[in-house]
């Protein structure tokens, strides 16, 4: 399984953003049943959770950006979305994706300008 990461940017404070991350090789079963989540890293700091989504469907998010994000998933094109509104600098990081429990995306760089 790989997961490609994509739709990172440079952005102005205030745009958004949609992150894009497609699994492939793997089946729709497998894709469907698995919990999914969106990380980040910013420079000297440690990578954060920033949304979750469950197999069940249920969505949770750091609280920095709740009400700003959003986390979806399309199981007919295996992608993983993370759109995000109202960017602000301190949103600037490198973003990764996450099949649970040990397979990550190669990281797509967002920067918020102030």
């Known amino acids: 399984v790989q997961l490609q990461a994509s739709g990172g940017g440079l952005v102005q404070a205030g745009g958004s953003l949609r992150l894009s991350c497609k699994a492939s090789?793997?089946?729709?079963?497998?894709?469907?049943?698995?919990?999914w989540g969106w990380y980040r890293q910013a420079p000297g700091k440690e990578r954060e959770l920033v949304a979750s989504?469950?197999?069940?469907?249920?969505?949770d998010y750091a609280d920095s950006v709740r009400g700003r994000f959003a986390i979806s998933r399309d199981n007919t094109k295996r992608t993983v979305y993370l759109q995000m509104n109202s960017l602000q600098p301190e949103d600037t990081a490198v973003y990764y994706c996450?099949?649970?429990?040990?397979?990550w995306g190669q990281g797509t760089l967002v920067t918020v300008s102030s």
């Open positions: 996450l099949m649970r429990p040990t397979t």
């Open positions: 989504f469950s197999s069940g469907g249920i969505t």
């Open positions: 090789g793997v089946i729709l079963s497998v894709f469907w049943s698995k919990d």
